[in-house]
């Protein structure tokens, strides 16, 4: 499995970013896709997470101003931002999980920076 993340840049604080992830696999079936943040100096973290039913669960960080969801037919999750924070600035890593049993496949990460 391959994750190909994409969105990563420098955003203004307040500012939105739409973030990426395209897997190799049809995510029709799959367990979940997420996406997790590592901050400099910090250790990584999970910011949100989307069923194959289409839940979501969120970091506290992120509820209210994020929101992940995802396009089968494209093989995509995305992660929007709103309301930016300095806070939010890292490297956001996709990950996908096949089964419960399974473990996370992780993409590459994305890099951005949200400015004060």
């Known amino acids: 499995v391959q994750l190909q993340a994409s969105g990563g840049g420098l955003v203004q604080a307040g500012g939105s970013l739409r973030l990426s992830c395209e897997a190799s696999v049809s995510i029709l079936r799959i367990y979940n896709m997420g996406w997790y943040r590592q901050a400099p100096g910090k250790e990584r973290e999970l910011v949100a997470v989307?069923?194959?039913?289409?839940?979501?669960n969120y970091a506290d960080s992120a509820k209210g101003r994020f929101t992940i969801s995802r396009d089968s037919a494209k093989n995509t999750v995305y992660l929007q931002m709103n309301s930016l924070e300095p806070e939010d600035t890292g490297v956001y890593y996709c990950t996908v999980r096949l089964s419960r049993t399974n473990p996370n496949y992780w993409g590459q990460g994305t890099q951005f920076t949200v400015s004060s």
């Open positions: 989307i069923a194959a039913g289409g839940i979501a």
